[in-house]
């Protein structure tokens, strides 16, 4: 079956500009995780979202990283006026029902912040 | 503060031979453990877990080991083989974390030479 996917693949922004990405998770996997891996670092919890439980936005580094999930399915990671420490890859995750420890990963967006 | 930590970026191991890949943590209240492999330009896939009341798991190739004690665990491949290059990322779980978020150390990247 198809597996988690993320869109773009790459994004190239200009300081000061506004970046949304996508995940589409797998479906019927009710919890939704996005991280970001900066460069020589392992993976950072952003943000998980549970059905239709509030999210636990505890490791969003700033005011200006959003995050929402329409319809408990696609999720949408928005920040706004990047800088440049904001460039990392940003991973999506979705796990099923009962086994939320074994998170599937989309392939990433890379994000450069110039 | 670096609760996971994998403190080989690197290892190099002919194939046939035994891999061991090793991860520390500090967190004494980490109640599950994960480890991931991840090719480049791909996500992270989940490779296997260990729950704190178990010392061992075994999987085919790959064994997992916790020292509570120690607060250590090791991957054990064997035999390595030259699909098995990648970077390996240890990870982690509260334990009693609402969201199962993970935890991730910085990876250690395998190369199994033929």
């Known amino acids: 079956g198809a597996g988690v996917s993320q869109s773009p693949s790459n994004k190239v922004t200009e300081k000061g500009k506004d970046v949304e990405l996508r995940c589409d998770p797998i479906s019927g996997h009710t919890a939704l995780y996005w991280y970001r891996q900066s460069l020589g670092q392992g993976l950072e919890f952003l943000i998980y979202?549970?059905?239709?439980?509030?999210?636990?936005k505890s490791g969003l580094p700033s005011d200006r990283f959003s995050a929402e999930r329409t319809g408990g399915s696609v999720s949408t990671l928005t920040i706004q006026r990047t800088q440049q420490e904001d460039s990392a890859v940003y991973l999506c995750a979705s796990s099923e029902p009962g086994l939320a420890y074994e998170q599937y990963f989309g392939p990433g967006t890379r994000l450069t912040v110039t | 503060d670096q609760q996971v930590k994998q403190n080989s970026p690197s290892l190099s191991v002919q194939e046939g031979r035994i891999s061991i890949l090793n991860c520390d943590y500090t967190n004494s209240m980490f109640d599950y453990f994960l480890w991931y492999k991840k090719y480049p330009a791909e996500g992270p896939t989940f490779l296997i877990s260990?729950?704190?009341?178990?010392d061992k798991n075994e999987d085919g190739r790959f064994t997992v080991f916790l020292n509570k004690s120690a607060k250590h665990l090791s991957l054990h491949i064997v035999p390595s083989q030259p699909g098995d290059s990648a970077v390996y990322f240890c990870?982690?779980?509260?334990?009693?974390?609402?969201?199962?978020?993970?935890?991730f150390g910085t990876g250690t990247l395998l190369a199994v030479q033929p």
């Open positions: 979202f549970q059905g239709n439980s509030a999210p636990d």
């Open positions: 990870a982690a779980s509260p334990y009693g974390g609402a969201t199962n978020k993970l935890i």
């Open positions: 260990i729950s704190s009341i178990k």
